[in-house]
């Protein structure tokens, strides 16, 4: 048996070894500068990201000095709009994964601190959950729903996306619940919450935190996804999913439209991915030699 | 002996769950298959009641669950009443092009993937290997139907070389030639399997490098070169081997996401396969296609990764000991 990986709490050296990786350095610049973007970039743009500015002239305008990513169908300025589509889409994905990080932690420290039984039977549910073709899942619940206002859609996406950090944090807690700092704990009358909540969460915390922003990623296109399908973020309000969507129709004459937004999605899932890796390295030090 | 029979009936909890959660979850909507075409003033409540006593659809969902039981016990999955046919009618027409666009792509990638993360690791920290760890950093990158869009762009309206969609020409004369089906099968294959083979071969050939170069840093390999084993074969005997195991057992976690995939790839070139199918059920609320889909989908997903892991068990015979767990290879 492997004996149980030793995350040391050493989140000083972490950062030190993060922001001496240029590519981890590079990738979170990426994201905040994005992130800075969309949340002022809105407010600059010179159209709205709803306003039809003319639709008799200005349908499909390539992109120009005046719309730097030309205009789509209702001649709305896709510029404005993927800066807005772009807050829906940060926003969504940080929350949702959020949310799936806090459930999947929540029932992996339970199901690792749990006895036999119980564990079998949650990580059979998380099993069963894994399984399932998340994407699939997902349409046949929402595909019906004649309105899901966005915080819903939030939840949703997060309840059909914690079961691989469940499976991680239960796995964690199995491998170092014997341990002496465990055992010791539980001696000086430690509860089991007590145990789980300042004993063993901060080991996982880091896999975890990894596990969550290559989530980002995930999250982010997922929701496009769902948007390109239409039960996603639901028009007029703007999302690189329903840009590409809007696009998609009118992809052989205007393909900017479709293309800007999807650029946008690959600079962010790049970005989290690297730093993702990053973190990982930072954190655990000792197995930088594999990669 | 015993392990398998464990995995085998694992596997079926996991169905079954799956199964039960679909069932449920779809009838929970509000509406149902016949809500657009039913509720109408023209129509009496009790004629309304006759057709969906007619498709199974009255009574509580827990007597509905029993019906559909019952059936399953003797093969039938139900009646999908957007397509008008048995729902295995219509997934046996659907599935083989699903099968034929998933099991091409899984192919080429994995023997892709496999190569490429080799020649990546033999030269490890090389130009060559920074040049394919950025094209598959980016592979991992690509939102799937954005991929299958930009390649429709560039395959059929720029390029103008391949099909926009479908599985064959319908133009086609009737007594075409076996070469020509082949052909024109093929031709209409390119565009989604090379969005498909795009998709999958990144995370395989990251993986596959990094299982490469742990497995070359092991005692067993050291021991082997130590002996005077020619380097090539303990590349390919003793390292390669073994670390193809992760691969394939990721090949098997990987397959759910394959078919979320096949949802988009399918929809963007109009490739009539199980994804498609499953999206147009769901948009008609035609459940028992829904779920029949689900199902479907979900059995091959747990053959999948009980072979992926009997697979890598084959490759790497230290998993066949203790430590061994279901669905999680070495890495």
């Known amino acids: ?291 | 002996m015993h392990a398998l029979i464990q995995r085998i009936w694992h596997g079926f909890v996991v169905i079954a769950l799956v199964a039960t959660a679909t069932f449920v979850l779809v009838r929970l909507a509000p509406g149902d298959p016949f809500a657009a075409a039913l509720e109408n003033a023209r129509l009496t409540p009790a004629l309304r009641e006759q057709w969906r006593a007619a498709y199974g659809l009255d009574g509580s969902i827990g007597t509905q669950f029993a019906h559909w039981i019952a059936s399953l016990a003797r093969g039938d999955l139900g009646f999908s009443t957007s397509t008008n046919q048995p729902v295995s009618r219509a997934i046996a027409a659907a599935l083989p092009n699903t099968l034929l666009l998933i099991g091409t792509s899984i192919v080429i990638a994995f023997m892709l993937g496999i190569w490429l993360g080799a020649v990546q690791a033999a030269g490890r920290g090389g130009i060559v290997d920074r040049c394919i760890g950025a094209i598959t950093l980016i592979g991992n990158a690509v939102p799937d139907f954005w991929l299958a869009l930009v390649m429709l762009l560039a395959g059929s309206y720029w390029l103008r070389l391949f099909p926009v969609g479908g599985v064959a020409d319908l133009l086609l004369p009737l007594g075409a030639s076996w070469p020509v089906l082949l052909l024109d099968r093929a031709r209409h294959l390119v565009l989604p399997v090379l969005t498909m083979v795009i998709l999958l071969v990144a995370p395989i050939a990251r993986l596959q490098r990094t299982a490469l170069l742990d497995r070359l840093g092991a005692e067993w390999v050291r021991t082997a070169t130590a002996k005077g084993v020619a380097r090539r074969t303990v590349f390919r005997r003793h390292a390669w081997r073994t670390a193809l195991g992760p691969v394939v057992t990721m090949g098997g976690i990987a397959l759910p996401s394959l078919f979320g995939g096949a949802v988009f790839i399918e929809r963007v070139f109009a490739w009539p396969g199980m994804g498609r199918l499953a999206a147009e059920a769901v948009a008609a609320r035609d459940y028992h296609l829904v779920v029949g889909c689900v199902l479907v989908g979900t059995v091959m997903v747990v053959i999948g990764s009980m072979l992926a892991d009997h697979v890598s068990a084959w490759l790497d015979p230290r998993l066949t000991q203790d430590g061994f767990e279901p669905g999680r290879g070495l890495a």
């Open chain 1, 1 to 291: 048996m492997s004996e149980p990986r030793r995350y040391r709490s050493d989140w000083r050296g972490a950062v030190q070894r993060l922001s001496a990786d240029p590519r981890s350095v590079v990738a979170a610049s990426v994201l905040l500068g994005l992130a800075l973007l969309v949340a002022v970039g809105p407010m600059l743009a010179p159209h709205a990201p709803n306003a039809q500015l003319d639709i008799t002239k200005l349908v499909h305008v390539p992109p120009s000095r005046a719309h730097l990513l030309g205009t789509d169908v209702y001649s709305r300025d896709v510029l404005a709009r993927v800066l807005s589509g772009g807050r829906i889409s940060l926003l969504f994905a940080t929350s949702a994964v959020l949310v799936q990080t806090i459930v999947g932690t929540c029932v992996g420290l339970f199901a690792g601190l749990a006895g036999h039984r119980i564990d079998a039977i949650v990580m059979r549910g998380v099993d069963a959950g894994a399984s399932v073709p998340r994407v699939l899942f997902l349409l046949a619940l929402l595909a019906p729903l004649p309105h899901v206002p966005l915080w819903m859609l939030v939840l949703t996406v997060a309840f059909t996306g914690w079961f691989v950090t469940a499976r991680l944090v239960r796995g964690e807690v199995r491998a170092i619940r014997t341990t002496e700092f465990v055992h010791a704990a539980h001696a000086l009358g430690a509860s089991r919450l007590r145990i789980a909540m300042r004993h063993l969460l901060p080991h996982v915390l880091g896999p975890v935190l990894v596990t969550s922003t290559l989530a980002v990623g995930h999250v982010i296109v997922l929701e496009a996804g769902l948007s390109w399908l239409g039960v996603g973020v639901q028009a007029p309000q703007a999302s690189w999913g329903n840009i590409i969507a809007d696009g998609t129709e009118f992809l052989s004459i205007a393909p900017w439209v479709s293309l800007a937004p999807g650029f946008c999605l690959v600079a962010v899932v790049l970005a989290a991915s690297a730093f993702g890796d990053g973190l990982r390295d930072a954190l655990a030090p000792g197995q930088l030699a594999r990669t």
